[in-house]
């Protein structure tokens, strides 16, 4: 099944925008590209596994084994773009984070660290506020 996009979300995490994207199966993806921007990542080299092995510590046994899911391929305005999906998104956050709280990461992640933290008090936010809903 090809993927597409069917609706798009600015997420504004201080000056700094990510778009998540939903696609039309449901599932919610960030671009590539927004992490390679959010990492500042020199994009002749896209492998993004490469650029995070100082987060290899602070992330699950089982998402290390499995890669990130980058091979989510869809489609924007006749556009292939690769994507990385909301949960894997999140759970690189949560290890820049953890990193950060224990002074293990190179200066070069300090603004990755700081949006990373934005992000996860964002989905804590949006998860209380979809909780409320559900549960009135």
């Known amino acids: 099944m090809d993927l597409f996009t069917q609706h798009e979300e600015v997420i504004l995490l201080g000056d700094f925008e990510f778009i998540c994207y939903t696609l039309n199966n449901g599932q919610k993806v960030f671009s590539h590209i927004n992490m390679l921007n959010i990492i500042m990542a020199d994009y002749s080299n896209q492998n993004l596994h ?10 699950p046994f089982l998402f290390i084994q499995r890669k990130i899911r980058l091979s989510i391929v869809f489609m924007k305005n006749d556009r292939r773009i690769r994507g990385i999906a909301y949960d894997d998104f999140k759970t690189l956050c949560n290890a820049f984070v953890k990193a ?3 002074n293990q990461l190179s200066s070069k992640f300090f603004f990755a660290a700081i ?4 992000f996860i008090k964002y989905d804590e936010k949006r998860l209380a506020e979809k909780a409320l809903i559900n549960n009135p």
């Not at 949006?115 to 934005?118: A, D, N, Y």
């Open 50 to 59: 490469k650029h995070l092995s100082e987060l290899v510590p602070y992330l």
């Open 115 to 118: 949006l990373s933290s934005l």
């Open 100 to 102: 950060d709280e224990k």
